[in-house]
Each structure stands twice: as C-alpha cells, then as structure tokens.
C-alpha cells in the first residue's frame, strides 16, 4: 500500500503543510480484537483518513446480516444460497452432516423456543450471528471470499476486514483465500481492551442482546478463539505485519465528559502510524470528511 499526497489543500506556513492522504495500492488490512473494541468506528475513521470508498470496508457482521435479510426477503438469492454458500435454507439444522454443529445447536433450548421443533439451517445462522456465536467456518468461509473476490477483482483495492478471522480455522483460509486472489495482506491490526472496558463499552451502547451473559461468552470466545487465530497469522506472515493497538485511548473535552470522536481519533492514528504514515502527516492533516465517491484503490 502506497499513500499519495496531493497538492495541500492550503497554502503552506513556516509551521507545517495542510495535507490530504489517500491509499493506492492492492491488499488487505485486518481489524481483529474482542467485541466492542470499537473496529467498526475505527474502520470509518481510517476510510476518511485514506479517503476510502465505503465498499472497501468489508464487515463480517455486516456481510452475515446482509446474507440473512437477503434470503429472508428475495427468493432467487434464498434458492441459490445452498450451492452457493452451503447453507441450505430449508434444511433442518439437526440434520446437518457435521455432527459438531447438530451437537452445538441442540445445546441452546433457546432456539426451537423461538424457531419451532426444526430449526432451519438460515435460523442457525441468524440466531449465531444475533448471540454473538461461531457461524460454522465453512459458512463464514464462502460469504467472505464471495464479497472480497467481488469487490477486490473488480478494481484495484485496498479493503479493511473487520471482524474475520475469528478462529484459528478462519486464520488459514484467509491466507489461503490472499493467495489464491492474489491480494497481499497489508498489516494485522489487534486492536485490545480490557475485559472490563469491553463490558462498559457494550452495556453503554444499550443493546438487547448485551447482557452481563451473553457479554462473558463473547470475551471468553475473544480468549478461546480470536487471540489464537491472530497467533497463527503472527506466526505465518511475521511479526512485522501484526500491530498490538491500544484500543481505549480515551481523550476528554474541557466538561470533563469523554470526547467520543477525538478518542477514537486517537486509536485511529496510532494505527494509521502503524500502516507507515508519519505523526507530522497526522498531526497536520485536514479531514476532508467521508467520500462514497473516492477514488477507487
């Protein structure tokens, strides 16, 4: 990934140089870290520094979300969901053939309360992604490299991966998916918080799905599966492509009240300095603000 500097967007002083950066290049950057450690945020923050178009930040979450309203709502992608993806729509999840995940379904009584004595293989996955739990790998495999083959083959591009991979199963594929596409991977960013913060964080935001609960399944996931899946891509590509980021970098106005924006400004740029972009470029950069329409790459 390379960054260009245009023209300033205002005349230079004796002090500094006004500049706007935007990313060139083809690869991947990975935004890894435990439930609300503010990855989402942080990708927008990075789109408007490098002036990335929005599809180039591809969430899986988002692209999970976006499968399930898909095939609840058009009935050509519903049909084509089990070629494409292996998830078939109408299948009962006890009758999937891995045993593992038929054992793992039938462990929360939760699911037949809301979806009926024959779970469908679509319920499962919308209820994982609704708990916070692992969509089964091969699920998450083919959603993933469908969106990154079509928006990385498209153009050239650098893309921000938030939220994949998220065990060490995922960590591979995804070095072999690079490989097969391609598409280097540019930088592994782990972005890390505390336990007790990621709790504060999330019990803030006022989610239903965010109880004291459901909240410790997910760090005790973060422990079991996202931390080890970072190891093995540590351990394959070198520690010079993984950057451990402090996530809770928090900054205060003069009421003594957090600055929320100005806080995750300050992840944002430690990351940003991580990619190779200099503190004097940060400290004199002007926000030019999002742009959909950004050049493509």
Same mark, same amino acid.
């Given at each position: 990934?390379?960054?260009?500097?245009?023209?300033? #967007?205002?005349?230079?002083?004796?002090?500094?140089?006004?500049?706007?950066?935007? =990313?060139?290049?083809?690869?991947?950057?990975?935004?890894?870290?435990?439930?609300?450690?503010?990855?989402?945020?942080? =990708?927008?923050?990075?789109?408007?520094?490098?002036? !990335?178009? #929005? #599809?180039?930040?591809?969430?899986?979450?988002?692209?999970?979300?976006?499968?399930?309203?898909?095939?609840?709502?058009?009935?050509?992608?519903? #049909?084509?969901?089990?070629?494409?993806?292996? +998830? /078939?729509?109408?299948?009962?999840?006890?009758?999937?053939?891995?045993?593992?995940?038929?054992?793992? =379904?039938?462990?929360?009584?939760?699911?037949?309360?809301?979806?009926?004595?024959?779970?469908?293989?679509?319920? /499962?996955?919308?209820?994982?992604?609704?708990?916070?739990?692992?969509?089964?790998?091969? /699920?998450?495999?083919?959603?993933?490299?469908?969106?990154?083959?079509?928006?990385?083959?498209?153009?050239?591009?650098? !893309?921000? !991966?938030?939220?994949?991979?998220?065990?060490?199963?995922?960590?591979?594929?995804?070095?072999?998916?690079?490989?097969?596409?391609? +598409?280097?991977?540019?930088?592994?960013? @782990?972005?890390?918080?505390? %336990?007790?913060?990621? @709790?504060?964080?999330?019990?803030?935001?006022?989610?239903?799905?965010?109880?004291?609960?459901?909240?410790?399944?997910?760090?005790?996931?973060?422990?079991?599966?996202?931390?080890?899946?970072?190891?093995?891509?540590?351990?394959?590509?070198?520690?010079? %492509?993984?950057?451990?980021?402090?996530?809770?970098?928090?900054?205060?106005?003069?009421?003594?009240?957090?600055?929320?924006?100005?806080?995750?400004?300050?992840?944002?740029?430690?990351?940003?300095?991580?990619?190779?972009?200099?503190?004097?470029?940060?400290?004199?950069?002007?926000?030019?603000?999002?742009?959909?329409?950004?050049?493509?790459?």
């Amino acid at each position: 990934m390379r960054y260009i500097d245009p023209a300033p #967007s205002r005349p230079s002083t004796a002090l500094g140089l006004v500049v706007s950066v935007r =990313a060139k290049g083809r690869g991947i950057v990975i935004l890894s870290g435990p439930s609300s450690c503010g990855k989402g945020e942080v =990708a927008k923050a990075l789109r408007r520094t490098l002036h !990335l178009p #929005s #599809s180039h930040h591809i969430s899986m979450g988002d692209a999970l979300r976006e499968t399930i309203t898909r095939a609840r709502s058009e009935a050509p992608f519903r #049909s084509a969901l089990g070629e494409a993806y292996g +998830i /078939w729509p109408d299948r009962c999840i006890f009758d999937h053939e891995d045993e593992a995940v038929v054992v793992k =379904a039938k462990s929360y009584a939760e699911l037949t309360e809301k979806y009926g004595k024959k779970p469908t293989e679509l319920d /499962w996955l919308e209820y994982c992604v609704e708990c916070g739990l692992l969509v089964p790998d091969a /699920w998450s495999e083919h959603i993933i490299e469908g969106v990154i083959s079509e928006r990385a083959t498209r153009h050239e591009a650098v !893309l921000l !991966l938030d939220g994949y991979p998220r065990t060490e199963v995922a960590a591979q594929h995804v070095l072999d998916m690079t490989r097969r596409l391609g +598409i280097p991977i540019i930088k592994v960013v @782990h972005l890390s918080v505390s %336990k007790t913060e990621m @709790h504060r964080r999330a019990l803030g935001r006022k989610r239903v799905d965010d109880t004291p609960e459901m909240l410790e399944r997910r760090y005790n996931f973060y422990v079991d599966h996202v931390q080890p899946s970072v190891e093995l891509l540590k351990a394959k590509l070198g520690s010079n %492509k993984i950057a451990l980021i402090d996530a809770h970098q928090p900054e205060y106005g003069g009421d003594g009240a957090l600055d929320v924006e100005a806080s995750v400004r300050n992840v944002a740029n430690t990351v940003l300095m991580a990619l190779g972009i200099s503190r004097h470029i940060l400290e004199n950069l002007t926000d030019n603000g999002e742009s959909d329409s950004a050049e493509q790459g």
